[in-house]
């Protein structure tokens, strides 16, 4: 009889237990979350068909019964500012939990610029203000062009700190960081981006439906099969491109490697790093590997040093040497290159800096108005100037890649419409490069994303900040800048067509050399301004 009791309630445990591990949450849910402040929480997930589900939440018991798909969902009334609280639902215990005022930060690189990217102008700043009440939701990158998704791939909440601050969007950042210094409520950032999207990856199907050459294109993709096999041939394209380029370049191939500070490179060209007198074949830009070296004289002291070199921003993709020894590698051209340089590496006397530059098929080059320097014990010595120049491996152009975020409505369905039962403030956005080419549709295009997203949380006024695109391109390329600031025309029109939008002054930020300017911290000012009177 003692045995028959004790199975009994094993299985009752048993059962019990497995009966609470159904009850499941959505990514964005769970510790650390901030909730929209005076409006209805809405809080949502997945359990068995017909099974209840309880929320205790400030003194107070919710309940409801999912439906016949698993789905449930319990409003919770509104809340003032606070927290830290604790929120139990079915056996799950949620903790940490404010109440403030929640912004979606969203659209391509600009956006998603992270803190570590700026820290040439913003190091000191950051290092010194941490806010635990500020906190930010990194939505993965993922797309879908089947069907809207109800959730995302796992992610959490960080609050900022210096171990999480570095992966902030540096323009989230300082726009939080500006409103809780006026309101003192705690801040939320939903961070949707990813780089080099264009607006109607954002945008659903339903909202493109006066636009069918989108619909179509993403039509081509909605077999999960077809585009697996496009990205397995891409891969084999890319390691075969690569395999050929290392087992070509006898830089890497010769006994004596092309970066071996002893090499002889008498022989090679000396050229000014900025021209064009590299790289091209006279005509036309030469795919393929590219070699540098510089020697180049440092202070006695700095022998057996620590030390740091820079060298600016480089097409396309980079590895660096000094006197022998591996200090870095970058893949694409926009990160800067700030390679340490360990204790032990630097010499009396001359040290030789060797680069071995990939180009994909355009013209291979340092971009101009870069740091380019050895700086040791607050000094520095300049890489500018003349190097010593050879071909290494001359290749056909690399294959290309296909980005399948680029296409339509794949973004909305994976990384807005999960969201859809949060409540948010407002949305920053930042977007519209990669819209440039096809500028003349895009405040259509930017006024029916706005409808969908409004549509898809609710919310009929739900404001809208819209980031001016930053001035790029040299004042030399009069076209490329002409279609830039019609750009910019553009969401301005796009504003003047959508109530409760805001355009933020963002063209006297820009940089000519660089399509991701530093100074974040002025245009989160601005946009936190135009925020705050809106919030008053």
């Known amino acids: 009889m003692k045995r028959k009791i004790i199975a009994a309630l094993a299985l009752a445990l048993a059962f019990s237990a497995s009966s609470e591990a159904e009850v499941r949450l959505p990514s964005i849910l769970g510790d650390g979350m901030v909730l929209q402040r005076d409006e209805p929480i809405t809080i949502w997930g997945w359990a068995d068909a017909a099974e209840d589900v309880e929320i205790r939440w400030q003194d107070a018991s919710y309940r409801t019964e999912a439906d016949g798909q698993g789905k449930w969902e319990i409003q919770l009334p509104e809340c003032s500012a606070g927290g830290p609280y604790t929120m139990w639902i079915s056996g799950i215990t ?61 992610s959490n909440w960080t609050p900022c700190t210096s171990e999480h601050v570095m992966e902030f969007s540096a323009l989230a950042y300082f726009y939080a960081k ?12 939903v961070n949707c981006c990813w780089g080099g999207t264009p607006v109607e990856a954002w945008t659903s199907e339903e909202s493109l439906k006066d636009f069918p050459k989108h619909i179509n294109e993403k039509r081509l993709y909605e077999d999960p099969g077809y585009c697996q096999r496009i990205k397995k041939l891409e891969g084999e394209n890319f390691h075969r491109w690569n395999t050929a380029l290392y087992a070509g370049d006898p830089g890497m191939q010769e006994e004596m490697k092309w970066y071996a500070p002893e090499y002889d490179d008498s022989s090679w060209k000396e050229v000014d790093m ?34 740091v070199i820079r060298l600016g921003c480089i097409v396309d993709a980079d590895s660096v040497y000094v006197n022998g020894h591996f200090v870095g590698t970058t893949g694409y051209q926009y990160p800067p290159r700030i390679y340490r340089i360990p204790a032990g590496v630097l010499k009396k006397g001359c040290n030789n800096i ?86 003349h549709e895009y405040a259509e295009l930017l006024t029916r994303m706005i409808g969908c997203w409004r549509e898809t949380f609710d919310d009929s006024s739900l404001p809208f900040y819209i980031v001016e695109l930053a001035d790029f391109l040299h004042k030399d390329d009069v076209r490329g800048r002409q279609s830039w600031a019609e ?38 000012k601005r946009a936190a301004e135009a925020t705050l009177k809106d919030m008053k």
């Open 94 to 154: 949620l903790s940490d939990i404010l109440i403030g005022d929640v912004f979606l930060c969203s659209g391509q690189s600009n956006m998603e610029l992270p803190i570590r990217r700026v820290t040439d102008m913003f190091a000191d700043e950051v290092a010194a203000y941490e806010n635990k009440e500020i906190r930010q939701y990194i939505v993965p990158d993922t797309y879908n062009f089947i069907a809207p998704q109800e959730d995302t791939p796992e």
């Open 274 to 307: 900025f021209s064009k007198d590299w790289g091209n074949d006279g005509r036309r830009p030469l795919a393929g590997s590219h070699w540098l070296r510089k020697d180049v004289k440092l202070p006695s002291e700095w022998a057996g040093k620590e030390a």
């Open 487 to 524: 750009m910019r025309l553009q969401q301005a029109k796009a504003v003047e067509m959508n109530a409760n939008t805001r355009l933020i002054p963002n063209s006297d930020l820009g940089e000519w050399n660089d399509i991701h300017p530093l100074d974040k911290k002025t245009l989160g």
């Open 354 to 439: 060797t680069v071995r530059i990939i180009s994909n098929g355009g013209q291979p080059h340092f971009v101009r108005e870069k740091p380019y320097k050895i700086i040791c014990q607050g000094e520095e010595v300049s890489l500018e100037g003349q190097w010593k120049y050879r071909l290494g491996a001359p290749m056909p152009s690399a294959p290309s890649m296909m980005f399948f975020c680029y296409k339509p409505v794949c973004l909305y369905n994976a990384m807005i419409h999960p969201l859809k039962n949060l409540g948010f403030r407002g949305v920053l956005w930042y977007q519209g490069e990669s819209n440039v080419d096809r500028r």
């Open 178 to 189: 500006e409103i809780y210094s006026s309101t003192g409520v705690p801040v939320g950032i």
